[in-house]
């Protein structure tokens, strides 16, 4: 049943996707930072993934197209799950907002984009949620100083 | 007239009065009534409410009842991990006990940062404010909580207590 609607994912994202396998059952798909809304809307409206499960990043520091933007969506109805993976540059880290579709985005986007600095175009309140106003980087890319700290308090002595 | 020159007054066997020093005195008084304020933050908050309650009960040592106010408490005990984000809002409790006041570290991480060396945690509360007590452990084990209580009563004790009157 599962491979059914993996195989209907499939043929109605045909044109979007540019890869399009099964990894540890779940459908992962590959495709370009400009389809990932487009491809976000198909799964939700026709195709029943009505739960935004995460958004979050991979840094490869070593690559042309550093960054790895990967989403996870879930069907409450199917109970499947299915991966995006995009890839961005470090020079232009952008990518769309899923905001106006799920309205969690809107946290799980701020938190990528405090973390590895990925822009959500449209997504207006990119302001720090764990981390604080003033801190300068992104502490989860990898060539972020391991030990560095940003104190709020001045230490004693 | 005999040895009582209080009207009335009947001689017996018991104590009739002691003789101490003052810091002693009030050390004694002090260490018996610790308040503590936890500043719980995490993991080590499970240990914290184990070494508080029934079976190892630290109203034993007169530190039982916490005071969810800093303006009422005596014993800022910091449980668990304090991030960089957090410091200002410890920082200001502390600010906000009156004195005497001590400090206990619960755990690695208030201690030194344990297993965290990076953005997010603080290496230690005291970084920020003075400790009077580490309390090792990844949790401690109540024993060793009650052990550091025992260790700080025994420092109250033995500590000055100034108070500003000409007359105590």
């Known amino acids: ?157 | 007239m005999t040895a009582s020159t209080r009207p009335g007054h009947q001689p017996s066997a018991a104590f009739e009065y002691l003789t101490t020093k003052k810091d002693e005195f009030v050390g004694w008084a002090r260490k018996f009534s610790l308040f503590p304020y936890p500043f719980v933050t995490a993991c080590c908050a499970m240990e914290f409410m184990s070494v508080s309650s029934t079976l190892y009960d630290t109203d034993r040592f007169g530190a039982a009842l916490p005071r969810f106010t800093p303006r009422q408490s005596d014993m800022l005990m910091v449980v668990g991990t304090v991030t960089h984000k957090q410091a200002p809002i410890l920082k200001k409790v502390y600010e906000q006990m009156c004195e005497p006041k001590w400090v206990v570290a619960f755990g690695v991480c208030a201690s030194t940062g344990g297993f965290y060396q990076n953005y997010a945690a603080l290496p230690g509360i005291d970084k920020i404010i003075p400790v009077d007590l580490y309390i090792p452990g990844c949790p401690p084990r109540p024993e060793m909580v009650i052990d550091g209580i025992m260790k700080l009563q025994d420092k109250i004790a033995a500590q000055r207590h100034p108070i500003i009157n000409k007359d105590f």
């Open chain 1, 1 to 157: 049943m599962t491979d059914a609607l993996f195989e209907q994912v499939r043929t109605s994202l045909a044109g979007m996707v540019t890869d399009a396998t099964v990894a540890h059952g779940i459908l992962a798909l590959t495709a370009e930072p400009a389809q990932v809304a487009p491809i976000a809307r198909a799964l939700k409206e026709n195709l029943g993934f009505d739960m935004f499960l995460d958004v979050t990043a991979v840094d490869w520091p070593d690559r042309d197209l550093r960054f790895d933007v990967v989403y996870h969506f879930y069907s409450t109805r199917d109970h499947v799950r299915v991966r995006v993976r995009t890839r961005v540059p470090a020079s232009d880290p952008t990518v769309d907002t899923l905001v106006p579709l799920y309205g969690s985005a809107r946290y799980m986007e701020r938190e990528c984009h405090e973390m590895y600095g990925i822009v959500f175009r449209g997504n207006d309140d990119l302001r720090p949620l764990l981390l604080y106003e003033g801190f300068v980087g992104h502490p989860l890319r990898k060539d972020y100083p391991k030990q560095k700290e940003q104190p709020l308090v001045p230490y004693r002595k």
